[in-house]
């Protein structure tokens, strides 16, 4: 079965400092990949996919960024934080016509 | 385009009494549907999923969604609550099955289960 990691679980970030949040995928093979992101008291909002490697689309014009250097790996980055970029960010993996499979998410706080 | 709209931000039940969060979705494709759960600080879990076939659908920890086309509904149910069930709880929408598609989630619907 899949199994998504995430990390890390928690990050607080000072405003105008670079992020990295990173996300593998184990148990699978040409996944699509999804960032996603939660604000509070809001439901999810799609940030990235992936139907590749090298192969992102975006969804909303913002100040981050995803790569997806390998099959299995997805990168959620950004060079300067804002303060609207605080929420609980979700990766999800998708193969075939399965339902999307989530990670345990990244938690980040900006100061 | 689809969306999905929960209708209730909060319901609060006693544990042991019956379980009801409505959702109503609009699609101009025939929908796949689904029912995510979210505990704190987690990721989202699967509940069920409604893919075409029968339109009353059972899923994980007793829940169940009856896909009704006619008033664009697909309620999530259950006939006894339990305090683990208290979470957050997503409906979800696909315009369709193929590779890539995103997909739309209501804002969540809060479940509290007192004892």
């Known amino acids: 079965s899949q199994t998504i990691h995430q990390w890390p679980a928690t990050l607080v970030q000072p405003v105008g400092s670079p992020l990295s949040l990173e996300c593998t995928v184990e148990g699978t093979s040409n996944p699509n990949l999804y960032w996603y992101r939660q604000a509070a008291g809001r439901g999810l909002q799609l940030l990235f996919y992936?139907?590749?490697?090298?192969?992102i689309s975006s969804e909303v014009p913002q100040n981050l960024s995803a790569s997806r250097p390998q099959d299995r790996q997805f990168i959620l980055s950004s060079k300067k934080l804002l303060l609207s970029d605080s929420g609980f960010y979700l990766c999800?993996?998708?193969?075939?016509?399965?339902?999307?499979?989530f990670g345990d998410g990244t938690r980040l706080s900006i100061l | 385009a689809q969306s999905v709209t929960q209708l209730d931000s909060h319901v609060s039940v006693s544990e042991g009494t019956p379980v009801l969060l409505r959702c109503n979705y609009s699609?101009?494709?025939?929908?796949?549907l689904f029912w995510y759960v979210q505990h704190p600080n987690k990721g989202l879990q699967l509940l069920l999923k409604?893919?075409?076939?029968?339109?009353l659908v059972k899923g994980i920890n007793g829940f169940e969604a009856e896909f009704k086309k006619s008033e664009t509904s697909f309620h999530l149910t259950k006939p006894s609550a339990h305090m683990s069930d208290a979470a957050e709880y997503f409906c979800?929408?696909?315009?369709?099955?193929?590779?890539?598609?995103?997909?739309?989630f209501g804002k969540g619907t809060t479940l509290s289960v007192s004892s």
């Open positions: 699609s101009s494709y025939s929908p796949s």
């Open positions: 999800a993996c998708q193969t075939g016509i399965q339902p999307q499979h």
């Open positions: 979800v929408v696909s315009g369709s099955n193929q590779a890539g598609t995103a997909l739309i």
């Open positions: 409604y893919t075409s076939a029968a339109t």
């Open positions: 992936s139907v590749g490697i090298g192969q």
